[in-house]
């Protein structure tokens, strides 16, 4: 059965994690991969600002198969597109992948990625460490596409953000639990997340997500009897203190058209402004596409509350 703890609150980040061990799930791919040195680590640090109005790559260094594409400027020269590209696809035993990203004063981004990743089945836990930091006025929009959740899978993963109280962000993320299609009906994992958000070095929302055991998805506390989940949540200055009538009733419009889920099969969903800033879409569904699709549509819906009044969906998206 699958167990999840969730909590907000305010205690100490998740500790820190082992030295990787290089591992697998089974003797021969153990044999095979030891043959190539183990397990793959692989990290990109990148920094961007803006140079003449447009949003740049200043500094980019990689470890391993992790990269960002060229950028490109579908709506002007600020923000900037990207795509992260992983070539592996997919984390095994022992993988490590690690991204720090730094926006400075002013800069945007919007990034995503070309596919759907993969946790595979693991002896030695996958680790992944995220770390995204934006000054005044920078915006990161960080959508990632879903990620496909094997047998046996085993993760540590971390999220941080450092926001200064004038930035704006939104991260979206997918999982899938098992191949249905393949008469997957309930999975063992063994996944430890955690995503923290921080404003002017004050912790702002943490969000642990405990999913240990075999995950029989039925019950209501749990997802439902559904196999795939989705968060999307954004921080905008805009959004903190008292709003006025009209930006009110504005953003009551908007989360009763992303909880009325009618058009999206088997999706169900909810949505939640905190008071600080904070705005938070959780949904849960039987179709990786239809979910998918329904925190697409709730992103452009919000995103003028992230002063981008244009719905320009990333163009990797539509292939």
């Not at 995220?130 to 540590?156: H, K, N, Y």
Request: charged content about 20%.
């Amino acid at each position: 059965m699958l167990v999840i703890v969730q909590h907000f609150s305010l205690e100490s980040p998740m500790s820190d994690m082992p030295p990787l061990k290089p591992s697998t799930a089974s003797a021969a791919c153990e044999a095979e991969i030891l043959a190539y040195g183990g397990a793959w680590e692989a990290a990109l640090s990148l920094r961007l600002g803006l140079r003449r109005g447009r949003c740049v790559v200043l500094n980019q260094d990689h470890r391993g198969p992790l990269r960002l594409q060229k950028l490109f400027w579908p709506e002007g020269p600020n923000p900037a597109h990207g795509i992260v590209l992983h070539p592996p696809g997919g984390l095994a035993s022992g993988d490590e992948l690690t991204l720090s990203l730094e926006l400075e004063p002013g800069a945007a981004l919007v990034m995503t990625t070309p596919g759907a990743g993969k946790w595979y089945r693991a002896k030695t836990p996958i680790r992944q460490a995220f770390a995204f930091e934006l000054g005044a006025g920078a915006s990161l929009e960080w959508l990632p596409q879903e990620t496909l959740i094997f047998e046996g899978a085993a993760l540590r993963s971390r999220t941080d953000w450092h926001l200064d109280e004038d930035a704006f962000a939104a991260s979206m993320e997918i999982l899938v639990f098992g191949r249905k299609e393949s008469g997957e009906s309930h999975i063992a994992v063994d996944l430890h997340q955690c995503t923290s958000v921080y404003v002017n070095r004050q912790l702002l929302y943490r969000d642990p997500m405990h999913y240990v055991g075999r995950n029989t998805l039925s019950g209501a506390a749990v997802m439902a009897g559904k196999h795939v989940s989705g968060l999307l949540w954004l921080y905008s200055p805009r959004l903190r203190g008292r709003l006025s009538t009209s930006e009110a009733e504005m953003l009551d419009q908007s989360l009763a058209a992303i909880e009325s889920t009618e058009s999206f099969t088997g999706v169900l969903a909810g949505a939640s402004c905190l008071g600080n800033g904070m705005l938070i879409i959780r949904s849960v569904g039987d179709d990786p596409e239809a979910l998918r699709t329904h925190l697409q549509q709730a992103w452009l819906l919000l995103r003028p509350w992230l002063d981008r009044p244009l719905a320009h969906p990333p163009r990797i998206w539509a292939t």
